[in-house]
């Protein structure tokens, strides 16, 4: 363990169901080993059930509500996908001003995957670069943002990766920017 974070505190945030299960703990133990405390934030507090894609896997339990959360209690946000996850995330308005809320404190975010669909709703990747999961390219385009096919991408504290497999890249770059 490492204490390049310690003293840190740093949210994740997920729905309570739908969540890529590897997306959410990898980079959840890396800024923990990194010496950081992080929070579980869920629209409702308490159980979340994560997925291996399309199968269930672990629950895990989200220690308070996006609504019941603020943005000044934290260093970092971590963003994980899996395509359910951000989709809910994108239509709750509690989650969408929460993320939000760090973008105009310019606290630095961590999205992976398909989580930039909620970084749409919160309308702030107009102007920025950034990579995700292939198919959000044009919903990234549209919604004045450069696209690019890397491993990860950093662009004024936001730290974004493509899928799973860019995770120990992601992890690096996540505890880097907290």
Known sequence: MSDQLQGKKIAILVANEGVEQIELTSPREAVEAAGAEVELIAPEAGEVQAFNHLDKGDTFTAGKAVGQASAEDYDGLVLPGGVANPDQLRTD???????????????PVGAICHAPWTLINADVVDGRTLTSWPSLQTDLR??????????VHVDQGLVSSRKPDDLDAFNAKIVEEF
């Open 142 to 151: 549209n919604a004045g943002a450069e696209w690019v096919d890397e491993e």
């Open 93 to 107: 308005t509690d989650a969408v001003q929460f993320v939000r809320a760090f973008f105009e404190a310019g606290k």
